[in-house]
């Protein structure tokens, strides 16, 4: 790209990063599905040569190079093993005799392009994760470590039986739910940390670039191949592990996982990605 090429993209960028900001919005007046159109126009004119679906491949539908690489990963994957450890998690049988399927629609197949959603009884957002752990304390079972292991397969599992599927997140017409949506979006927009970057700063003004060795996934689908294999990690992480990695990039403290604002913040930035497909397990360098 010219020089003069990346200061027009930069400035495009960052104009239209700052209207994006919810500091914009009068606080009685929110949105979420003309939010959502704002996002991913941001996307579609930042990256007018990805394709609207490839987005839910985060770093390799930014770089070609990256994309080989990938090509050449998925043809050994290196999720399997995590895919068929919670397959043989969700089949076996709680204390009580039940087994995950009894705590899910459709005995949890196919369903996680649903999550987060949000529970009218408690006014909670539910995440898959937090899901899976809810349904682990009403059946009188340990809770899974929300990082990685157990809870990695059986939600790497949930979403492979979803791939293809469309994300579907609502944000239904109720102030607790609204006010969820707004506090995840707020989390996604806020600066933090010795380096007092947001989410944003790297996955939406800066996405498709490099920081060190890795190409920055952008914000529109950072959802869709959760959970992940990462080879820097040597094993498979979930939400909550790439939410926490980041908080520590940028030296800010992890929060408690399956805590309020990572759920809020799931909720934001997965309800962005609506009309996506489900792409996960995935795999990164
Ligand atoms: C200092 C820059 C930086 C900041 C700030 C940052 N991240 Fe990240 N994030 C990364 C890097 C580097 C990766 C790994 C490369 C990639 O996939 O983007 C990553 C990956 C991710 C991924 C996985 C994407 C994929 O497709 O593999 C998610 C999800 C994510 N970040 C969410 C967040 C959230 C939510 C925040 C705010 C709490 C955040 N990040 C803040 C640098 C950052």
Redesign the pocket.
């Known amino acids: 790209m010219s020089p003069l090429a990346f200061a027009r993209r930069l400035a495009f960028a960052l104009v239209a990063a700052a209207a994006l900001a919810p500091a914009a919005k009068a606080a009685d007046a929110v949105d979420p599905a003309a939010d959502l159109k704002a996002f991913q126009a941001y996307f579609h004119a930042a990256f007018p040569k990805v394709p609207p679906a490839d987005f839910v491949n985060?770093?390799y539908s930014m770089n070609a190079d990256m994309r080989k690489q990938w090509q050449d990963i998925e043809q050994f994957p290196p999720y399997d093993f995590a895919v068929e450890n919670g397959k043989a998690l969700f089949a076996k049988p709680f204390k009580d005799g039940k087994t995950f399927a009894d705590c899910f629609p459709d005995k949890g197949v196919g369903i996680r392009q649903h999550y987060p959603q949000f529970d009218a009884k408690t006014g909670e957002v539910v995440t898959l994760e937090y899901a899976v752990n809810q349904c682990l304390a009403a059946h009188g079972e340990k809770p899974f470590n929300y990082l990685k292991d157990d809870m990695a397969a059986v939600t790497a599992y949930m979403a492979f039986t979803s791939r293809g599927k469309i994300f579907d997140i609502k944000v239904p017409d109720d102030p607790r739910a609204k006010e969820a949506y707004v506090r995840g979006e707020r989390a996604?927009y806020a600066r933090r940390g010795q380096?007092n970057?947001?989410?944003s700063?790297?996955?939406l003004q800066n996405a498709g670039k490099r920081?060190r060795a890795?190409?920055?996934?952008p914000a529109l689908g950072?959802?869709a191949?959760?959970p992940?294999y990462r080879s820097t990690w040597g094993g498979m992480g979930t939400v909550t592990r790439?939410?926490a990695t980041?908080?520590s990039?940028?030296r800010a403290t992890p929060l408690k996982p399956g805590g309020r604002t990572y759920r809020d913040?799931e909720y934001f930035?997965t309800y962005m990605g609506n009309g996506l497909p489900v792409a996960g397990p995935?795999a990164?360098p």
């Open positions: 985060g770093p996604f380096l970057f947001s989410c700063t790297c996955h920081i890795e190409v920055l996934a950072i959802m191949a959760m992940i790439r939410f980041c908080f990039q940028v913040l930035l995935g990164r």
